[in-house]
C-alpha cells in the first residue's frame, strides 16, 4: 500500500487528488491527516483516511501497518519536524521499504529556521534505514492563487523581490507526475519499489524558465488582458499584513467555500488540485514563503534544472500556461 501524508493540506491534497485518477489504486492508497474534514472526498472514493495525532505514537503505527511505501508531503503545521520525525521512526519499524519526501530547495539555507525544517526532515528520511528520493520543490505555480486576490484588488503582483529577481515556480501537476513515474508502474496500475538509480538520490524540481517579477506580471497581463497591471516590490511585512488579512476577506471566502464543495464531490478525471487555493495560509507557510524569497534574492538560489522534464519524460508546464488556465481568478474586479 502506499501512504501519503498531510491529505489536508495543500501538498498532501495534490498528491493523493493525483494518485487518485488511478482508480485500480485507490483502494492501495491510504492517507493520514489531522483534519478529516477536508478528506470526505477521498473517503467517497474510496480511499483509506486516517486521522491521526502524531503525539500518539499508537495511531501512527496503525496508520503505517501494512504499507509499503510513504509519500512524505512536509506540510506547514507548527510542528511539521517533530512529525515527520515521528513517522519516519515509526516507519523504520514498520517494514517500509520506500520512502519519497517532498522537500524545499531551500533546505540548503543555513540562515532561515523555516528553511532549515526540511533539512533537518531530510537528515531524518536518510537515516530511516528505508530506501529514499528527496524530491527538492521550487516555488510552486499553484501558491500563486494566494496572490490573485491582491491582482483583483489592486491590480499588482507583490513579492519581497527585486522586479530583476528570477526564480524557477514549478508546476504542481508535474511535481505529481514525478511522484507518479517513482513508485507507479502505470501499465498495472500497480505500485513499484524504487528504482536502483533513484534510491538515495536528491532531486530539484522546477519549472521551465527563469521569470523574474517583470516578466511575471507581463504574462499576467497577457493572459488577462488587461493591460494595466504593476509589479510590486513589497517589504516582507507588506506579504505578511495581506497573507493574514485573507482570513477576515469575504472574497477570499467565498473562494474557499466553493472549492471545499468541488473537492468533496471531485471524481479525480481531471487535475483540478492546480485550480485550487485550498486554504488560508498559516503562520508557518508564510514564513516559509518569505525566507524563500530573501534565500533567492541573497543567493540566487532558484537555478532551472532539467531534472523535472528528466523524470517525467515530458515537457514541464510554464508559468505563462498556469496563468492562462487561471486568467479568470487574477482579473481586476470592475
Known amino acids: 500500500m502506499l501512504l501519503i501524508t498531510g491529505a489536508d493540506q495543500f501538498m498532501g491534497y495534490a498528491i493523493t487528488s493525483h494518485m487518485a485518477q488511478y482508480k485500480e489504486l485507490r483502494p492501495k492508497l491510504r492517507v493520514l491527516c489531522q483534519?478529516?474534514?477536508r478528506c470526505y472526498g477521498f473517503i467517497n472514493a474510496g480511499i483509506d483516511v486516517?486521522?491521526?495525532?502524531?503525539?500518539?505514537?499508537n495511531q501512527i503505527s496503525l496508520?503505517?501497518?501494512?504499507?509499503?511505501h510513504i509519500i512524505?508531503?512536509?506540510?506547514?503545521?507548527?510542528?511539521?519536524?517533530?512529525?515527520?520525525k515521528r513517522i519516519c521512526r515509526v516507519a523504520a519499524h514498520s517494514g517500509v521499504s520506500n520512502i519519497v519526501c517532498v522537500s524545499h530547495i531551500g533546505a540548503v539555507s543555513r540562515m532561515h529556521p523555516s528553511l532549515q525544517d526540511y533539512h533537518i526532515i531530510e537528515e531524518q528520511v536518510m537515516h530511516s534505514h528505508c530506501q529514499y528520493t528527496i524530491l527538492r520543490l521550487d516555488f510552486v505555480q499553484q501558491y500563486l492563487h494566494l496572490w490573485a486576490n491582491y491582482a483583483e484588488k489592486n491590480r499588482k503582483m507583490i513579492l519581497p523581490l527585486r522586479?530583476?529577481?528570477e526564480i524557477c515556480p514549478v508546476d504542481i501537476s508535474?511535481?505529481?507526475?514525478?511522484?507518479?513515474?517513482?513508485v507507479l508502474d502505470k501499465t498495472s496500475e500497480a505500485l513499484k519499489p524504487l528504482d536502483d538509480r533513484h534510491d538515495g538520490q536528491v532531486y530539484s524540481l522546477t519549472g521551465p524558465e527563469s521569470i523574474s517579477g517583470k516578466r511575471m506580471v507581463e504574462l499576467l497581463c497577457q493572459a488577462t488582458g488587461y493591460q494595466s497591471f504593476k509589479y510590486c516590490?513589497?517589504?516582507?511585512m507588506d506579504l505578511v499584513y495581506y497573507m493574514s488579512g485573507l482570513a477576515k476577506d469575504v472574497w477570499f471566502d467565498a473562494r474557499l467555500k466553493r472549492e471545499m464543495s468541488q473537492i468533496y464531490h471531485d471524481t479525480f478525471e481531471t487535475a483540478a488540485y492546480r485550480e485550487k487555493a485550498y486554504c488560508t495560509p498559516t503562520d508557518k507557510q508564510v514564513q516559509t514563503y518569505l525566507d524563500y524569497f530573501d534565500w533567492v534574492q541573497q543567493t540566487s538560489g532558484s537555478v532551472c534544472v532539467s531534472h523535472t522534464s528528466m523524470l517525467t519524460h515530458l515537457p514541464s508546464v510554464?508559468?505563462?500556461?498556469?496563468?492562462?488556465?487561471?486568467?479568470?481568478?487574477?482579473?481586476?474586479?470592475?
Open 35 to 37: 483534519n478529516k474534514a
Open 50 to 57: 486516517r486521522q491521526v495525532d502524531y503525539h500518539h505514537p
Open 63 to 68: 496508520g503505517l501497518r501494512g504499507i509499503d
Open 72 to 84: 512524505l508531503a512536509i506540510g506547514s503545521e507548527p510542528d511539521r519536524v517533530e512529525n515527520a
Open 163 to 165: 522586479e530583476d529577481t
Open 174 to 182: 508535474d511535481v505529481c507526475r514525478v511522484i507518479e513515474e517513482l
Open 233 to 236: 516590490h513589497g517589504r516582507p
Open 318 to 334: 510554464s508559468l505563462s500556461s498556469f496563468f492562462e488556465q487561471n486568467a479568470n481568478s487574477f482579473k481586476p474586479r470592475v
